[in-house]
């Protein structure tokens, strides 16, 4: 297991951690300069932050000061309540594909969506299986764009919290048992790739409670494992979606878990990933990334 | 499957879903008067209530009226930081089980714990799979003291968002996990007792998203099948505890996942249990039994 302790060499900052600076939106284009600033090597970017600062401004940003990117954020939502909806959402990912390709991201993460119009607090049916074989086809078509383009896939279980709103994949061995289905092959042994075309987005606070995880990570293996998102679970959270908490500050075990990808070669970023409208939003950007050098050094 | 639309015979009252009128904690007794009076037949009381009012009371009372207990709640909290607070929490359920036979409860609810003071907002340590440890020890422990007493106990499975805090076991699957390794037989097939002696509740709250929720009802079958809970999944949640839905205003197929357990055999109450700090517990309790008798009907 790499040893953490000495740099942050393998740290990636997820650009929404700091989003906000004592609670104002910044824009990405300074994320990107205190990050280099900082030595940090890798970021992965939101669309609509791009998409603020401009695709050719960001792409040349990165560029310049040679950082990776260890995912985009994101593609998904596949689930519609009419064809529209639908023709509307593979639309809108393949232009997610094009943007991660022009900034050579690892791989498009993928928060697939659930119960259409539920996220607007009204839901347009109940039959969460109906979005799941709709987010099934959704990827399945995707996939075949991405491929073409050599865009890896990373489906994120998320927490079973957000089943109703945000994803209707919510487990590990959910997520792989879509990738196993319409990636059977794992498209990187035929030769004609470098690595999977589908595979996961291991996020710590999505998966930490799941007695399966660690036989799940093993079921992956290193050519599905395609990102490892840290942040840690507080007691009590107050919140569903913006109560983060900073790596070492919750009850995740995160270095167990990433003992665990990297026992089947996962030699990728932790990349921090922090929603917290209460907490880190509202203090300096500087002191955040500071911390999550400092925290990805001991907790990590 | 039963039609509820015409009565309300299978319904069964969780007695916290009226623990408080207009924001005031009310009796016991005057819970069990209101049933009664509304001709429901179950309830499921909290031991807290029942202390509160004393057990010989509620003992009499339930006898009086002719009320059937669809569960007790509840047992369970097993891990702990040292052995004092492991062995508390053994007399502690040894004293529960001789609750819920006192007032012939159809099963003790075992709420399992987690990990020993993150309730209180201070994890004494992050180790999940010791509290799993832990809980699967007392539960094997418990089911010998239950079973001379011909308790049944069911374990609730409880959302992925209480591993932390509240319990460890989190989906159906990992219950009867538990349930198959401590009780291999299924004790009712040995002809000595009438059901077996350690199943699950099924409560839709927790379970609804699960991917794996109908095979698992299918591999639980009637003998292990021993409460069914019902509220809803509201969008958004805004609290992770006491924000609870009524049957029908959210998102959740109750009568699909009925149907699921029907299939199995299940013949017993839908038992209502809401946590609502902001909605239910601030109005009128009779306008809440009400509301769950028409709900029962038009929505489980």
């Not at 959402?89 to 022009?102: K, L, P």
């Not at 995160?254 to 907490?279: C, D, H, L, T």
């Amino acid at each position: 297991m790499r040893d953490f302790s000495t740099d942050h060499r393998w740290l990636s900052i997820n650009t929404a951690t700091v989003r906000k600076s004592r609670g104002v939106e910044q824009p990405l284009t300074d994320i990107i300069e205190a990050c280099a600033q900082r030595g940090i090597r890798a970021i992965s970017p939101w669309r609509d932050q791009v998409a603020a600062a401009g695709l050719p401004a960001i792409s040349k940003l990165v560029k310049t000061h040679g950082l990776e990117l260890s995912g985009y954020c994101r593609g998904g939502m596949f689930p519609a309540a009419d064809a529209a909806g639908l023709k509307a959402a593979r639309e809108d990912n393949r232009r997610a594909v094009d943007e991660a390709c022009e900034l050579n991201a690892a791989c498009l993460v993928l928060v697939v969506g659930a119960l259409p119009g539920a996220l607007a607090g009204q839901a347009a049916h109940k039959d969460i299986a109906l979005s799941r074989s709709q987010v099934s086809d959704g990827i399945a078509e995707l996939l075949e764009y991405a491929k073409a383009s050599k865009m890896p896939l990373a489906i994120e279980p998320l927490h079973p919290m957000y089943a109703a709103d945000r994803a209707c994949i919510n487990t590990m061995e959910q997520a792989l048992d879509v990738c196993d289905a319409l990636d059977p092959i794992r498209t990187g042994e035929d030769g004609k790739t470098q690595q999977a075309a589908l595979g996961v987005a291991v996020d710590v606070y999505h998966v930490w409670w799941d007695p399966k995880l660690e036989a799940q990570i093993q079921r992956a293996g290193k050519d599905r494992l395609m990102a490892f998102h840290v942040c840690d679970w507080l007691t009590p959270t107050t919140d569903l979606l913006n109560d983060r908490g900073m790596m070492g500050d919750g009850v995740i075990e995160i270095p167990k878990i990433r003992g665990w990808m990297e026992n089947q070669g996962f030699a990728g970023y932790s990349e921090v990933e922090i929603f917290s409208s209460g907490n880190w939003w509202q203090r300096e950007s500087a002191e955040v990334l500071d911390t999550c050098i400092a925290r990805h050094r001991s907790a990590v």
